[in-house]
């Protein structure tokens, strides 16, 4: 059974976003879109004329592959018959004789060879006698499936001047299957990739079982290891062809019939090529009472140039090489039996019907082509360059395109180039400020550094006098948690501190309430609560007579004490207890600087601070004016 896989496809694992496929497409049938990774190919739109297929250098478009259907049907237990075109000559160019190779597709395992040549030759004939009884209408030929395709999907007006007759590549399967009988396998073997859908057309009838491009035939000769130089010769099977040998060339069938092809008496104009066919169909439906001719159409430059072929130039040195082989092949060729074949089997019906399938997308608002037009620059007419370079025959034209969802903007080469200058100067802006920001960053780091190292130094400095002052200080936060102490405060707490001191030093972390008095602890408390100081406030504790300042350094956060042993020899007198004010006040200004180094709220803690020392003034003044 034929597979039916679209025709063309292509393969987004080799795919590599050039638009080239886009680019040569005639009939917009490769949409792009923002959503996709890669174009995709509407088979629906399609027309099979391989365009795209030979213009994409990383081969990412495929074609259907028909080698393992075929390969199937050689093993089943059916005959198999070959329909070779006659543009082997052109194709296998390095098999020296025709004979060769036709021994090396039997090889392959086909019984029956037949070259597609007669096929023409009926056709042809079947052309001479249309156009002669056409009587002022004129006809298209639909040898061609690309060109059916096209007439059907985008001029269905034009359907009624198709010719109405199979492709010779039909004919011949038909004249197979009453050669053999109709259980006989037949495979078309040629250069047209369409010729694969064209098969599809005949399914009901089962006319054609499988079609093999000379690309898949080379294929299958490697795989099977065959060469020529290991095969006898060996011909085609009858009927033989006469001039339907030059099929491979555009106006070939129109000699094969025996049409006048001269300028003034023949009715006929043959035209090939993507341009030359565009063109003929727009002036066939146009001006066709002005032109008053038959249109030989080909979407190829002649089937010796079909996509299914491996290499696709050299036009002229292949034409020279279809004609020898023609020559060759009619040269040996028994004229009076060719004109009995042709009278027996010009008897077959080998007419046909077309269907006409719209596939044209209506024309988009002028609104929505000028707003395309606005996207890629081009504002007003003297910008649209129509360069070409989007493979669209206008500015206009590709907005158009790319309003109707089968294209986008970035196909646009100016588009692209003003895009591209853009984010080039966006880019440097950015690595500019990048630049800048680096720097500022550096900076920042560095002053950071510097200031993180004053910081410890004067942080240093003052751990470093607090440790030497002789009266205790102790900082706490607002869970009574030690943050901080000096040794003089472990010293005067006793030995208990001093052996936790041994494993914490400075105390920090412990819970003072286990080290001091209920009373003092209800001090702390008090001082976190309301955010008011107690100032020196005698306690006993143990055996020591302990005076007490504690003072808020943030509210209801963190508070500090300053707690003197009166036993102490320090403490004792007249002249020492003028010094111990003075201490006082020197170490209240040193506990209002470390508040400010060990943390948040510095300024309030300074005040608080500054009202304790003046507390602290107020009362040693007043003793030293009782001692005078």
Not at 73 to 80: A, G, P
Not at 321 to 350: C, G, H, I, P
Request: proline share 5%; hydrophobic share 40%.
């Amino acid at each position: 059974m034929i597979n039916t896989k679209p025709v063309l496809y292509i393969n987004d694992e080799k795919c590599r976003n050039s638009y080239s496929c886009v680019r040569v497409c005639p009939v917009n049938a490769i949409e792009v879109k923002p959503q996709r990774a890669h174009p995709y190919i509407l088979p629906e739109r399609c027309i099979g004329c391989g365009l795209c297929y030979i213009s994409c250098s990383p081969h990412a478009i495929e074609f259907r592959d028909s080698r393992d259907e075929v390969k199937q049907l050689l093993s089943s237990e059916r005959k198999t018959a070959a329909l070779v075109e006659p543009s082997i000559a052109t194709e296998f160019e390095d098999i020296t004789d025709y004979r060769k190779f036709v021994a090396m597709i039997r090889s392959l395992g086909f019984d029956y060879v037949h070259e597609v040549s007669f096929g023409v030759d009926l056709i042809a004939a079947a052309y001479a006698k249309l156009f002669s009884r056409a009587e002022g209408k004129y006809l298209i030929t639909a040898n061609c499936p690309s060109i059916v395709k096209l007439i059907e999907r985008f001029h269905p007006e034009m359907v009624p001047s198709l010719a109405p007759l199979v492709s010779p590549m039909v004919a011949t399967a038909m004249i197979v299957k009453e050669l053999y009988g109709p259980d006989v396998a037949t495979v078309q073997i040629g250069p047209c990739i369409d010729a694969k859908d064209e098969a599809l057309l005949y399914n009901s009838k089962k006319l054609i079982d499988g079609v093999l491009t000379f690309i898949e035939l080379r294929q299958l000769f490697d795989e099977a290891k065959i060469q020529e130089r290991l095969v006898k010769m060996s011909d085609f099977d009858p009927p033989y062809g006469n001039w339907g040998a030059l099929y491979p060339l555009p106006p070939g069938i129109i000699q094969a019939g025996g049409i006048k092809r001269d300028m003034v008496s023949s009715r006929v104009i043959t035209a090939s090529g993507k341009e030359e066919i565009l063109e003929a169909i727009n002036d066939f439906d146009k001006y066709i009472d002005t032109i008053n001719h038959h249109f030989n159409l080909f979407f190829c430059h002649g089937c010796m140039l079909g996509p299914g072929t491996e290499h696709h130039n050299e036009r002229f040195k292949r034409r020279a090489v279809v004609r020898k082989y023609a020559e060759k092949r009619t040269d040996k060729l028994d004229k009076a039996l060719w004109q009995k074949n042709m009278e027996k089997w010009s008897k077959l019906d080998f007419s046909r019907t077309f269907t006409p399938d719209d596939q044209r997308i209506p024309e988009p608002p002028e609104e929505a082509i000028n707003e395309i037009l606005k996207i890629i620059g081009k504002t007003n007419p003297d910008e649209e360059i129509n360069c070409g370079a989007c493979g669209y025959l206008s500015c206009r034209d590709f907005a158009s395109t790319v309003a109707k969802g089968l294209a986008v903007p970035e196909m646009c080469h100016t588009y692209n180039l003003r895009n591209k200058q853009e984010y080039i100067e966006t880019l440097r802006q950015t690595n500019r400020k990048l630049a800048d920001t680096k720097k500022a960053l550096k900076e920042s780091e560095e002053l950071a550094r510097r200031e993180k190292e004053v910081a410890q130094s004067a942080s240093d400095m003052m751990n470093n006098m607090l440790e030497k002052l002789p009266t205790g200080v102790v900082i706490v936060d607002n869970n009574l948690k030690i943050l901080h102490s000096n040794q003089s405060f472990i010293n005067i707490i006793g030995e208990d501190a001093k052996a936790i001191s041994d494993v914490i030093p400075g105390l920090a972390g412990a819970d003072i309430k286990t080290l001091i008095p209920f009373n003092v602890y209800n001090m702390f408390t008090f001082v976190l609560k309301e955010d008011e100081p107690v100032v020196s406030k005698d306690v006993h504790f143990e055996d020591k007579m302990l005076n007490v300042s504690i003072f808020p350094i943030k509210k209801n956060k963190m508070c500090g004490a300053i707690i003197r042993d009166l036993y102490s020899p320090e403490v004792q007198g007249e002249e020492v207890t003028i010094r111990v004010s003075e201490v006082i006040e020197k170490n209240l200004e040193m506990v209002q600087k470390i508040g400010f180094l060990l943390g948040e709220g510095a300024s309030e803690t300074e005040q608080m601070l500054n009202s304790i020392i003046e507390s602290y003034k107020s009362k040693n003044d007043d003793l030293k004016k009782k001692l005078k």
